[in-house]
Nanobody
Framework: QVQLVESGGGLVQAGASLRLSCAAS????????MGWFRQPPGKEREFVAA????????YYADSVKGRFTISRDNAKNTVYLQMNSLKPEDTAVYHC?????????????????WGQGTQVTVSS
């Protein structure tokens, strides 16, 4: 099992930046691919970004490309999501997810491990 704990959410104004962190513990060898997803109020969970074990491969949703950056520090078993130029439509609960393997997927049901989420609210 892999345990994931997110942090770094908060309330910010449009145009601001936030950095989310996700700390993994347990069987971290199964967390080769790490991803960020978000669930806006009243909507389904959606893909944001994913990163390979080495960090050399990343994948972003079109809605965040150029504004968000995913990275990881394997020595700390932590993945980050740097969010710049935040917009009100970025408001959501942000969840960290993990899966084994090397392919970066955007489908929610392909990630077996999930964190509880951290709230990000962007005011206009």
């Amino acid at each position: 099992q892999v345990q994931l704990v997110e942090s770094g959410g908060g309330l910010v104004q449009a145009g601001a930046s936030l950095r989310l962190s996700c700390a993994a513990s347990g069987r971290t060898s199964s967390a080769e691919v790490m991803g960020w997803f978000r669930q806006p109020p009243g909507k389904e969970r959606e893909f944001v970004a994913a990163i390979s074990w080495s960090g050399s491969n990343t994948y972003y949703a079109d809605s965040v490309k150029g504004r968000f950056t995913i990275s990881r520090d394997n020595a700390k078993n932590t993945v980050y999501l740097q969010m710049n130029s935040l917009k009100p439509e970025d408001t959501a609960v942000y969840h960290c997810a993990a899966r084994s393997g090397s392919l970066l997927y955007s489908r929610v049901n392909l990630y077996p491990y999930w964190g509880q989420g951290t709230q990000v609210t962007v005011s206009s």
